[in-house]
């Protein structure tokens, strides 16, 4: 352990009163947690660089040694049909906002959190020619109890995909905030993207 970082626990220990040194503990647990999910999120995101790498290494393979490259396509669609399943779906961006500020007000009341208040905004530089774009949702609550990672919990089980992009927590006054993303997709009224 370096000089001055040594010097500096000896400092807290001595001057310290029990209840700040539980503070800083928590705090200590809480940037581990957001240090782990930034670290998991990160993790996912390689293994899905890894993974298409993968599926066009695999077609340049088939199609140098003369298989079926619609073979390989078909599983291509069918695996983009598994992904856009968890897409959040609506005839406007209206209608999916709407849904989404309800199914984000629902796991966070059922989560424990209270004074809950969601905004819900389509990213306009993210839509999509074929109707796909993704909202950006900012949640900010009261947390007396410690239940966020509860309300990050309950986001998993939701229809559609939720992701978190950033979170914050305010021991003092037991602020939540956190920003959420989720990808979704315009439908017209035929059922196809707009």
């Known amino acids: 352990m370096p000089d001055s970082l040594r010097k500096l626990v000896d400092t807290l220990r001595e001057q310290a009163?029990?209840?700040?040194?539980?503070?800083?503990?928590?705090?200590?647990?809480?940037?581990?947690?957001v240090g782990l999910s930034n670290l998991a999120t990160s993790v996912a995101a390689r293994q899905q660089d890894v993974r298409e790498l993968d599926r066009s290494l695999a077609i340049q393979r088939s199609l140098a040694n003369g298989q079926q490259w619609l073979d390989a396509a078909g599983e291509l669609a069918a695996q983009k049909e598994?992904?856009?399943?968890?897409?959040?779906r609506g005839a406007t961006t209206g209608i999916v906002s709407a849904r989404l500020q309800s199914?984000?007000?629902?796991?966070?009341?059922?989560?424990?959190?209270?004074?809950?208040r969601v905004e819900v905004q389509a990213r306009p530089d993210a839509l999509a020619a074929?109707?796909?774009?993704?909202?950006?949702?900012?949640?900010?609550?009261?947390?007396?109890?410690g239940q966020f990672l509860n309300f990050f919990q309950r986001l998993q089980t939701l229809d559609g995909a939720v992701v978190p992009s950033d979170f914050q927590w305010v021991r003092g006054n037991t602020i939540v905030q956190a920003t959420l993303r989720a990808p979704a997709i315009v439908e017209t009224a035929t059922g196809e993207a707009s």
Do not use: Y
């Open 17 to 33: 009163t029990p209840r700040a040194l539980a503070g800083v503990g928590i705090l200590v647990v809480l940037l581990a947690a």
């Open 82 to 88: 598994r992904v856009e399943a968890r897409f959040w």
């Open 103 to 116: 199914a984000i007000e629902s796991a966070a009341t059922q989560a424990g959190l209270d004074r809950v």
């Open 130 to 145: 074929d109707g796909r774009l993704e909202f950006e949702i900012t949640l900010t609550a009261r947390d007396r109890a």
